[in-house]
């Protein structure tokens, strides 16, 4: 069992919260998502393990089980090429739960017309396998997800 924390700061809304619908519909995976608080912070680290892929506005996590987490900052963010987001670690690093990995800022990324909630998705999961999924205001650390 891994338990998915919040890698930012906000309310728990849910995939079908998402104004994008390859996300919505669970085509990428299913988990939650989380419309953040409109001010400057870090998203940090879902679960403990190596960053597989980082991009500014997107990174996934691949725990020692072989479980990956993508965790996607705002919908239709790659368009921003980077403008927004600083890298605080590198593709290949080994991180903590809880670590940070990009820092940006969702209230920018709203002011410049795109939604700035993050979906959360157990990679290559069944729909089954994830449980527990958290509703509501979370914060750093707080258990987003179950995945079994």
Do not use: N
Request: aromatic share 4%; charged share 15%.
């Amino acid at each position: 069992m891994t338990s998915v924390l919040a890698p930012v700061e906000g309310a728990a809304v849910g995939l079908s919260a998402v104004p994008d619908p390859v996300f919505s519909a669970g085509m990428v995976g299913p988990g939650t998502a989380i419309d953040p608080a409109r001010s400057p912070g870090k998203a940090v680290a879902p679960i403990s393990g190596k960053i597989m892929k980082l991009h500014p506005h997107a990174y996934v996590i691949v725990g020692d089980d072989g479980k990956g987490v993508l965790v996607h900052l705002g919908i239709d963010t790659v368009q921003l090429k980077g403008e927004g987001f600083q890298l605080l670690a590198a593709e290949g690093d080994r991180v903590s739960a809880g670590q940070p990995v990009v820092a940006w800022d969702p209230g920018k990324i709203e002011a410049g017309g795109r939604s700035p909630v993050c979906p959360v998705v157990a990679l290559d999961a069944s729909a089954a396998s994830v449980t527990d999924l958290a509703e509501g205001a979370v914060h750093f650390g707080d258990e987003l997800f179950q995945w079994q």
